[in-house]
C-alpha cells in the first residue's frame, strides 16, 4: 500500500521525521524518501543512521532526479533513455 507524507523542511521537523521512520521501520515497511536536493537526501539518511540509530537497510533516500532515473532503469532494463543529466530536473 503506498502512503504518501509531505511537507516543507524545517529543522523541528527531523524529530517528527525520525519518529514516523522509526514506526514504519519497526514495520518492516519498504520505504521510499524523496527530497528536492541530494544535500536534504544525506542529511536525513544521516540523521536517520547515525544520529538517531535506525535501521535503514530497506529505506531508499532519492531525490527527484535520482528517482526519475532509477524508475526508468527499472522499466527499461537499466538502459538510459535520454542522455541529457537535465532533463529529470525539468
Request: charged share 20%; hydrophobic share 55%.
Given at each position: 500500500m503506498?502512503?504518501?507524507?509531505?511537507?516543507?523542511?524545517h529543522p523541528d521537523l527531523?524529530?517528527?521525521f525520525?519518529?514516523?521512520l522509526?514506526?514504519?521501520?519497526?514495520?518492516?515497511?519498504r520505504v521510499l524518501v524523496v527530497a528536492p536536493s541530494r544535500l536534504l537526501a544525506d542529511r536525513l539518511q544521516r540523521l536517520a543512521a547515525?544520529?538517531?540509530g535506525l535501521a535503514v537497510a530497506d529505506v531508499h533516500f532519492h531525490t527527484f532526479s535520482s528517482l526519475a532515473l532509477e524508475a526508468t532503469?527499472?522499466?527499461w532494463g537499466g538502459a538510459r533513455l535520454l542522455s541529457d543529466p537535465v532533463f529529470h530536473d525539468r
Amino acid at each position: 500500500m503506498l502512503k504518501v507524507c509531505y511537507g516543507p523542511f524545517h529543522p523541528d521537523l527531523e524529530e517528527a521525521f525520525a519518529a514516523r521512520l522509526a514506526q514504519l521501520a519497526a514495520r518492516r515497511a519498504r520505504v521510499l524518501v524523496v527530497a528536492p536536493s541530494r544535500l536534504l537526501a544525506d542529511r536525513l539518511q544521516r540523521l536517520a543512521a547515525v544520529e538517531k540509530g535506525l535501521a535503514v537497510a530497506d529505506v531508499h533516500f532519492h531525490t527527484f532526479s535520482s528517482l526519475a532515473l532509477e524508475a526508468t532503469a527499472a522499466a527499461w532494463g537499466g538502459a538510459r533513455l535520454l542522455s541529457d543529466p537535465v532533463f529529470h530536473d525539468r
